[in-house]
């Protein structure tokens, strides 16, 4: 990049490019004995170290150049959390190309469309979901597809298997050039409303997040720590842990396709998991298990569980204390590659009661450096009080400045450069963000808002309650007014009735549901939030036909 001239001094430092070719050959140079555990699609446990890693990822990436890949060009895969895609997420970077992970999770008409629109032109897939590319197959345009044999079978026939391509390495691999605003990765937001729109990372954008997501004071990766993502690879880069991981020399720890509690668990103390990340679904699953058994798993000393994607209930953080494990709430989007803010305390704040402190965890935290957070009503920012609600808008050098082919009016960027999240959020003094809720999912009662995140939290505070989703439902004289979607804990009682008493001394009157609804489990969109607009729909119905 050439220095704009005339400057009255330029500094003396080297120009040079943060790419993910760095992290990947530090990994090989100075961390080769750390391992990556991974469980296979049979249970039993694969093991590699850095050093396999890094021939493999680099073997990888020497086939897929021989395999004809060009700059730029796209490598989707289908795969769970496992050592292969680690090694995908690196191997199609640093050779140019751009790793694309498909959410296997999608509808097959969505995967369809999201492949074709980035125009995929290779597949690295688990053997297990090949009955899903079966499917999309007919619909796309993958010149190749290589196969992960991670149930240790055959590869059938008109597949290529993705451990011949990598033994056919002779390893001399040299990596191309790469510039840091090249791009490295590409991922689809799951468009709850509308089509889905594809974010492109660059290698510079990566590896700031993978740093910021490094620190003590974001996820704190560090040598000699082991961390296991339970958020899926292909949301969101699960959340930059694999880059923040190989970035400090932390051991990894791989689910594949079992993420049911006892799997976890039963990984996380195995493995002396220290660090470990997912959506609150998955956690408050562990924490019954947890409850049910508390004798039968002995977890690692200062196990923390960074938990967004959405809001981490104040049950949560209260349950897991119970039990030693630390949550940590975060918040992001895909748009921000996601890591953008986290709650933890500051050393002032650990003096504040007990319930102050526990209400600041429960808020979704302070912007990381580089992200710039700013509360908007139409115009104009609003005052950092922690009670003004406003649009919260985000900018920095890991957030999406536009989508990949897909232009958008000024609903998703301001004129003056910043992401509009659609999160209605309060800031507080401290610069610790709370969020109201989704644009769309707050409730509007008599010309005043409610906030189905506060209810839902407060609701799932209750010692019957499993899970609790909050929805608007229309009504004729308020306009909306709330209605509360139940999941009792096994042999567990509670009304409706009694719920609302609960929360009766923790809210204005008029914000109580009308209405429950027990049912026996809240739908998940596909990456394991509650499926609101589903919810919507049901009992839209429900309650006109009343
Ligand atoms: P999707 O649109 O599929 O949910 P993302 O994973 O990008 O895709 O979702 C980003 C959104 O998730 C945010 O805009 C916010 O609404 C929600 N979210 C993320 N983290 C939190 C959190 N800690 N608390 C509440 N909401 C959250």
Request: aromatic share 8%; proline share 6%; hydrophobic share 40%.
């Amino acid at each position: 990049m050439d220095l704009e001239k005339g400057l009255a001094m330029e500094s003396t430092m080297m120009h040079y490019p943060l790419t993910l070719v760095h992290l990947l050959e530090r990994a090989g140079r100075y961390f080769s004995k750390v391992e990556i555990v991974s469980r296979r699609a049979d249970r039993s446990i694969h093991r590699e170290t850095y050093g396999d890693f890094y021939r493999r990822a680099r073997a990888l990436a020497e086939g897929l150049t021989r395999a004809g890949l060009k700059r730029g060009d796209r490598v989707a895969t289908l795969m769970w959390n496992h050592y292969a895609h680690l090694e995908a997420y690196f191997g199609a970077p640093v050779a140019g190309g751009v790793l694309h992970s498909l959410n296997l999770r999608l509808h097959i008409d969505d995967i369809t469309y999201i492949a074709n629109h980035a125009e995929d032109r290779f597949l690295i897939v688990d053997d297990v979901l090949l009955p899903l590319v079966e499917q999309v197959k007919p619909h796309t345009h993958f010149e190749r597809i290589f196969v992960v044999p991670i149930s240790g079978g055959a590869v059938p026939g008109g597949y290529e298997n993705y451990e011949e391509l990598l033994a056919s390495a002779r390893g001399d691999f040299r990596y191309p050039e790469i510039d840091e605003y090249e791009p490295a990765g590409m991922c689809y937001t799951s468009g709850t409303t509308g089509r889905p729109r594809g974010v492109v990372y660059s290698h510079r954008s990566t590896v700031l997040h993978a740093y910021n997501a490094a620190l003590p004071g974001a996820m704190s990766f560090r040598q000699g720590q082991a961390m296991l993502p339970v958020v899926p690879m292909f949301h969101a880069n699960a959340w930059g842990m694999p880059y923040a991981a190989t970035l400090a020399g932390a051991k990894h720890v791989y689910p594949g396709p079992h993420l049911d509690a006892e799997n976890l668990l039963d990984l996380i103390e195995r493995e002396e998991v220290t660090l470990s990340a997912g959506v609150p679904t998955v956690w408050l699953a562990i924490l019954q298990a947890l409850e049910r058994e508390p004798k039968r798993w002995k977890l690692p000393d200062g196990l923390e569980l960074i938990v967004g994607g959405s809001a981490a209930p104040e049950s949560l953080i209260r349950g897991f204390d119970r039990h030693r494990v630390k949550v940590v709430q975060a918040w992001g989007m895909t748009e921000t590659s996601p890591l953008a803010s986290i709650a933890r305390l500051d050393r002032e704040m650990a003096a504040l009661p007990e319930d102050e402190r526990y209400a600041i965890r429960a808020k979704q935290g302070r912007p990381l450096p580089f992200v710039e957070a700013r509360v908007m009503v139409e115009d104009q920012e609003v005052p950092a009080d922690g009670k003004t609600m406003g649009e919260l808008q985000v900018r920095g050098p890991y957030v999406t400045a536009s989508y990949y082919n897909h232009p958008v009016g000024a609903d998703k960027f301001t004129a003056d450069g910043w992401l509009r999240t659609g999160d209605v959020v309060m800031m507080d003094a401290d610069g610790f963000i709370k969020i109201t809720d989704r644009t769309k999912d707050l409730i509007k009662s008599g010309g005043e808002w409610i906030s189905s995140v506060d209810l839902e939290n407060a609701i799932m505070g209750h010692p019957a309650v499993a899970e609790a989703a909050v929805i608007a439902i229309p009504n004729p004289k308020w306009d909306e007014r709330p209605l509360a979607v139940v999941v009792l804990k096994p042999g567990a009682r509670a009304t409706g009735e009694e719920i609302n008493k609960f929360l009766a001394d923790k809210f204005a009157k008029w914000w109580l549901p009308d209405a429950y609804e027990f049912i026996a489990q809240i739908p998940r969109t596909s990456t394991g939030k509650f499926l609101k607009s589903k919810l919507r729909e049901q009992f839209a119905e429900r309650n006109r036909a009343s």
